[in-house]
């Protein structure tokens, strides 16, 4: 697995309906982010899971958003109740690690996204 | 608030042209400025900048930054129709131990044959 893997590659669902989206990062990178794109903007975040640490949860648009991030590894990003203005790319990335003081910050690298559309 | 503009918003050229892509940034604590393309979905890693008057270099692509502009570009000699695509500048402002991108708009690059 070279790659970040996400799933699933498109979701279409009904306004009110919850949806799952699924991040499976390059294996040993501990950094893991999500981040939302929307026609005509750039990528926006969402949050980010270091290691153990607390994740850095500014970029969340609303409550009705959360993620989680199992045993360092796979992630999940919850959208509940979902409204049209959540249709977008999710992407998701993944790094060696954050920037951890002193040390050269890694690139992040993406998956190809899960493409969100709310009827 | 952070903010990375991109021009051109997007670039329309032929085949064999040079193309020059402009990145500036407003952020707190700039740690390093990173190149992306994007094509029809995963944005993938070109350059990440982090000093001054540095060139990186791949291939047909090269990238430098200008702390005291604020700003970095994106050379692309001779391009290529395989060029195409959007190519995304990101900062990372962020202080502390995290590190999220902020992201320009993109530049939409066209290169026909």
Redesign the interface.
């Known amino acids: 697995g070279a790659?970040?893997s996400q799933s699933p590659s498109n979701k279409v669902t009904e306004k009110g309906k919850d949806v799952e989206l699924r991040c499976d990062p390059i294996s040993g990178h501990t950094?893991l982010?999500w981040?939302r794109q929307s026609l005509?903007?750039?990528?926006?975040?969402l949050i980010?899971f270091?290691g153990n640490?607390a994740p850095?949860k500014?970029?969340l648009p609303s409550d009705r958003f959360s993620a989680e991030r199992t045993g360092g590894s796979v992630s999940t990003l919850t959208i509940q109740r979902t409204q049209q203005e959540d249709s977008a790319v999710y992407?998701c990335a993944s790094?060696l690690s954050?920037?951890?003081?002193g040390i050269?910050?890694q690139?992040?690298?993406?998956?190809?996204?899960t493409r969100l559309s709310i009827l | 608030e952070d903010k990375v503009v991109q021009s051109p918003l997007s670039l329309v050229v032929h085949e064999g042209d040079t193309v020059t892509l402009n990145c500036s940034y407003e952020v707190t604590n700039f740690r390093s400025l990173l190149w992306y393309k994007q094509e029809k979905k995963a944005p993938t890693f070109l350059f990440m900048l982090t000093s001054s008057g540095i060139e990186k270099k791949s291939g047909r692509l090269s990238s430098i930054l200008d702390k005291k502009e604020l700003s970095s570009i994106l050379n692309i000699t001779a391009t290529q129709t395989g060029d195409s695509a959007i190519y995304l500048c990101a900062v990372d402002p962020s202080g502390g131990s995290n590190y999220k991108l902020t992201f320009g708009k993109g530049t939409l690059l066209t290169v026909n044959p």
């Open positions: 790659g970040v950094a982010y981040y005509g903007q750039g990528l926006e975040f980010y270091q640490s850095d500014s970029g992407l790094s954050g920037w951890t003081g050269l910050p690139p992040q690298h993406f998956g190809d996204g």
